[in-house]
Structure formats: C-alpha cells, structure tokens
C-alpha cells in the first residue's frame, strides 16, 4: 500500500490556508509548482486553522434559515438543509461538495455551504462534524481527518438525496429536485468530484481551487485520475482559482483548455488557495457559486449575467477576472 507523502500532504494542508508563498518549490508534472513547507509553516498553518474554527455559524444571507446535521438515513455525511423543510415553497437542487484536503471533517467548509443552503439548496458534504466554536481542536484532531475521505462518499450522498426525495415517510419526500444535481470541491475535495465526471446525473460541476493534479500530488491510496478524465464533461463546469499564487492556478488553467465537450467559465480572483472559505457566509466565492447554482438549475436571467454577456457583473468587477469557453454550448444546460 502506498504510504501517504508528506511533502505533498504539508504542501496542500498550508496551501488551503494561504500560506504557501514564499515557499521553496519544484516544478511538477503538468507544469503544478510543488512548494515544500517549512516546519514552522506547517506550525502556522494549524494555529490559524484552530483560530478560525472558533468562529460561529454564519447565518447565511438566503431566505432560510440553515441547519447541518448528521442524520440515521446518511450517517456519513452531514447535511446543511432549510430548517423548515415546510417553508421550501420548490423541489431543492442538490449540492454535493469534497471537502478540502480530502477530509472527513464535514463541517471544514460550513461558511461556504451553510450559505448555499440558505438560498434553499440542499448541500452535503463528506464526513462529521468536527470543527467548529464549541469543539476542541488540536493537531492531532485536524490531522487524523485529513486526507480520510473516501471518493465514494460523493456518489453515496447523491444515491441517498434521490432515495429521500421517493421514500415515503422521509423528511425530504418530494422536495429535492433530482434533476439538478450539482458536484462541487474545494481542492483535493475537487478532484475527488473531477472522478465523477461523466456521471448522467450530474447536471453542472463546481470545481474550487482545484482540478485534476498531477498523478502522485494527491497523497491518497488511488489518486490516479488523469487529464483524460475532462474528456467525458458534457454538462457546463465553473472553475474558481485565487490567483497566481493559488497552487491549482495553473491545474485549473490546464484543465480549461482540455475541456471540449462543454461550456467552461474560469473566474479568478485574489484569495489565494485558501479563498474565501473561512469568511462569513463564505465571503465572495460563495456568493458567486450561488449565482452560479440560480442560473444553471433555476434558470434565472439575473444570475446569468453575472457569468454571460461582454458586461457581465463578475466581467465589470476588479475584484474577477473571467475566462469562457466553448460558449455555444450553453444549450447543454438544462
């Protein structure tokens, strides 16, 4: 069995913190620079971690109210679900998300995904609830977490939400819009989505300062996926990078290009790889991806033109700057 690497490990965990620059690095395959930390870096790196966990629940600036939890029917997974499933006036896309250094700590992103939810989206992510403002973290806890998630689990959360949505007596019966189902990542978390591809239930992808690294990059038994994978995309896929100094800049910048099949809209903006994930509600990453998620499963003409159109709001904004591709596929959405 092969042995997780450290280098490839330490260099991921700081990368998703913002605290790579400056790094010594060597160029890997597919032209990724492969930065190698310092041990005190990697002290830094789970002292801010720890810090930022301490944060409360955002809110979210939707119309729901947002509550996550694990429940009997997914016990792998947590859920990030409108409080009052009663109040959910439409069938609910569903958001599927990897989490950031392949982890099974569920609630790493929970900005991010609560803010989703509250837009009344039905998210999930891999694992437990193991962070947070009244859990005790240490690095021992962050570690034993790290690099855990089986793949699986992703095509395991999108068998359970089309299983609720039919199941009489569920909570969620009728309330799930099966046909938009919607694969999202955050680093190795979005290459482990980037395996699904292809999948026929799939109806867009969200890929989150990510792509497909170079083969060996991902320290996990089974991280082979290669660049052939992005062949069998079909279906339309946002990438968002944090800038040159993002470790998946130039993974993501690859990937675009290699992408034939479908339309591709690449927006960028300086966060580095840590992004804007520890932010409240998810900052402007997060506010960009549920324009994404209104427009590719809800069809709304507003959210459109954040991403369409030669003055799209995301275009016009010195904080983004947009690339698209293949554009005259957008018939594909559906």
Known sequence: MRRPKRGGTA????????LLPGCASTQGAGGVN???PTQEMLDDAVRRTIAEAKKPDS???????VTKHVLDTLPSSV???PTDLSAVT???PVYVFGN???STDGAKSRHHLLEIASHGYLAISPGGIYSGPDIKMTPESIRSHDFKADPLLIGQAVDWAIRENSRAGSPFYGKIDTSKIVLSG?????YQVLGYAGDPRVSSYVILNSGVFPKAYIPMDGAVLGKEALNRITVPILYVTGGPEDVAYSVARDDVRRIHKAPVIWIDTPATHAGTFAEPNGGRVAQAVVQWLDWTTRGDKQAAA???GPDCTLCTSPQWTVTRRNQALLGKLR
Request: glycine share 18%; net charge positive; proline share 3%.
């Open 100 to 102: 950031g250094a392949c």
């Open 186 to 190: 955050y680093s190795c978390g979005g």
């Open 79 to 81: 859920v990030y679900q």
């Open 59 to 65: 809110s979210g600036t939707g119309t729901y109210r």
């Open 90 to 92: 439409r069938p609910m």
């Open 34 to 36: 492969v930065h190698v």
């Open 11 to 18: 260099a991921l965990l700081l990368a998703q913190i913002g």
């Open 306 to 308: 954040w991403f369409t």
